[in-house]
C-alpha cells in the first residue's frame, strides 16, 4: 500500500484508449503527470484551476475525444459547480482520477488530520459518484473498471488514489 | 462607444455557416431570436464562468471547424484563470466574442468592477490576438476574418441592450449536448 507507479498507470490509461489528461499538478500527482507528458500519444492539458479542467475535458468528449481528468480532492471541492454542470447534468461520462489528500495522515494515525481527508469519499457519495480505490499496482484495474461504468451511465466516475504515484 | 448585443448577434449570425456557436448567461435568451442552428449551443447553468473553457475543449477537439463563444464579462471574471489556459492551448479555430455590458445583466444588473481592463488582461495572460472593437461598421468589417483566419482571437465587444429579454428555457442539458454532438456527426 505504497502508491500505484506512474509508468503503470499511464500503461493502464493508454490501454483504455484516453486520448487527453487534463491535469492540474499536485505533489502526489507529480510523476504521473510528467509520465504523461513524456507520452506522445496522449495529450496534457493543465488549467490553472479544476472546474475550469473539468469544463475543458466536457468540451474536448463533445468533441469526440475521450478525456480523463487528474485532481486533487481539495480542487475536486473547488469543482462542484463544474462537475454538476459540465458532467453530472448533461450526462457526460468523464473519469475522475482524484488525490485523496490526508489519506496517508490518517491512515498512519498523525495528528492532525488533514481536513481535506474526511470529505472526500462523502462528497464523492453526495454526488452520486461511483468510485473505488486505487492504492497499489494492485489495484489498477479499478481504473478500467470505473472507466466503464462512467461510460455505461453516461455519468461522471471516479478513483480515488490514496498515495502519491511512483516513478 | 458601445453595439446594441442584437445588432452584433444578427451581424454574426448573418455572416455564420458551419461555426459551433456556445452562448451562455442572457446571450442565451437572445441568440435565439436570430439563429436556429443545430451548431448552436446553449451553455446557460452548465458551470459558472466556463463557457469559453468548454469551447476551448470543443476547439481543441475539433480543430477543422470554427468554434466561437459569446460569453460576459461577469462571466469572464468568474474564471479568469480561463485566459491564461486559452493563451497556453487555444487553438487556430477558437475565437472568443466577449459581451463586455460592465454589470451581471443575468441577475438583474449589478455592476461590475469598474477599472477592469480585458483586453489588457488577455494580453497579459499570454492571449496574442486580442482587439476591442467599439462600433458596428468595425465589427462587420472585422468578422469575416474573425471567422475564417486563425486565432485563437479573444475580441472585447462593448454592448447595450435596450431590448426586452426573452424568458430563461430550462431545456433538458444531456439533450444540448446529444444535439450538439448530432450537428458535429458524432452521434
Known amino acids: 500500500m505504497n502508491g500505484a507507479s506512474a509508468a503503470r498507470t499511464v500503461a493502464v490509461i493508454e490501454d483504455l484508449g484516453f486520448t487527453d489528461v487534463v491535469s492540474i499538478p499536485d505533489g502526489e500527482s507529480r510523476h504521473l503527470h510528467q509520465a ?57 461520462p468523464l473519469l475522475l482520477l482524484v488525490g485523496w489528500r490526508g489519506y496517508p495522515g490518517a491512515m498512519a494515525g498523525t495528528s492532525p488530520v488533514d481536513s481535506a481527508y474526511p470529505y472526500t469519499e462523502p462528497l464523492l457519495r453526495a454526488w452520486e459518484l461511483p468510485h473505488r480505490r486505487l492504492l497499489s499496482d494492485d489495484d489498477l484495474g479499478v481504473i478500467g473498471e470505473m472507466a466503464a461504468v462512467a461510460e455505461g451511465t453516461s ?13 | ?19 459551433v456557436v456556445i452562448t451562455t448567461m442572457t446571450a442565451t435568451l437572445q441568440w435565439p431570436l436570430v439563429s436556429s442552428h443545430d451548431l448552436d449551443f446553449d451553455f446557460l447553468a452548465f458551470g459558472m ?3 469559453s473553457d468548454f469551447g476551448l475543449g470543443l476547439a481543441l477537439a475539433r480543430p477543422e471547424r470554427k468554434v466561437v463563444v459569446l ?23 477558437l475565437l472568443v466574442l466577449l459581451l463586455e455590458n460592465r454589470s451581471y445583466e443575468m441577475t438583474g444588473g449589478q455592476p ?40 485563437p482571437h479573444f475580441v472585447v465587444l462593448p454592448v447595450t441592450n435596450s ?19 448530432r450537428g458535429l456527426g458524432l452521434e
Not at chain 1, 83 to 88: A, M
Not at chain 2, 136 to 150: N, R
Not at chain 2, 166 to 178: L, S, Y
Open chain 2, 163 to 181: 431590448e426586452p429579454l426573452p424568458p430563461v428555457a430550462h431545456t433538458d442539458h444531456a439533450e444540448r449536448v446529444v444535439r450538439l454532438r
Open chain 2, 71 to 93: 460569453k460576459g464579462d461577469g462571466g469572464l471574471l468568474m474564471s479568469l484563470g480561463s485566459l491564461v489556459t486559452m493563451g497556453r492551448y487555444g487553438p487556430p479555430n
Open chain 1, 36 to 92: 504523461l507528458l513524456d507520452t506522445p500519444d496522449i495529450e496534457v492539458y493543465s488549467p490553472t484551476r479544476e472546474g475550469e479542467g473539468i469544463a475543458l475535458a466536457a468540451g474536448l468528449w463533445v468533441g469526440g475525444r475521450k478525456p480523463l481528468v487528474i485532481l486533487q480532492n481539495t480542487g475536486l471541492m473547488e469543482a462542484g459547480d463544474a462537475l454538476r454542470g459540465c458532467g453530472i447534468g448533461p450526462s457526460i
Open chain 2, 49 to 51: 464562468g466556463h463557457a
Open chain 2, 1 to 19: 462607444m458601445s453595439m446594441e448585443r442584437l445588432d452584433v448577434f444578427r451581424a454574426l449570425a448573418a455572416r455564420r455557416t458551419a461555426e
Open chain 2, 112 to 151: 461590475l468592477a469598474p477599472k477592469v481592463d480585458f483586453v489588457a488582461i488577455a494580453r497579459g495572460a499570454g492571449v496574442d490576438k486580442v482587439e476591442r472593437i467599439d462600433d458596428m461598421t468595425a465589427f462587420e468589417e472585422e468578422l469575416p476574418s474573425l471567422l475564417t483566419e486563425p486565432g
Open chain 1, 155 to 167: 455519468k461522471p466516475a471516479a478513483v480515488v488514489y490514496g498515495y502519491g504515484f511512483t516513478p
